[in-house]
């Protein structure tokens, strides 16, 4: 499901209070405010949806498949989300 498809469920589980376009916007604004947060804590939490972290993956040395050259890729910080047991069923 992307973005559009989101808004229009969202749009229609408020019996259409809410139009899809203005569905979109709220998903953005909710999107933003979580990228702030996880700007300055590095978590968020949903109890019983799941949790928003911002882990730094390790930097590691690979090989280029076509010239067999290594190469040596960089740390660098990449969002995961958990899901809460109570979710999955």
């Avoid at 229609?12 to 405010?33: C, N, Y």
Wanted: no cysteine.
């Amino acid at each position: 499901m992307n973005k559009r498809e989101l808004a229009k469920v969202y749009s229609e589980v408020s019996k259409g209070e809410i139009s899809a376009r203005k569905a979109l916007k709220e998903i953005d604004t909710f999107l933003e405010t979580i990228q702030e947060a996880l700007y300055e804590d590095d978590l968020v939490v949903f109890r019983n949806i799941g949790i928003f972290e911002v882990r730094e993956r390790k930097p590691r040395t690979i090989s280029n498949p076509a010239t067999r050259e290594s190469m040596k890729i960089y740390p660098r910080k990449t969002v995961k989300f958990r899901v809460s047991k109570n979710i999955i069923k």
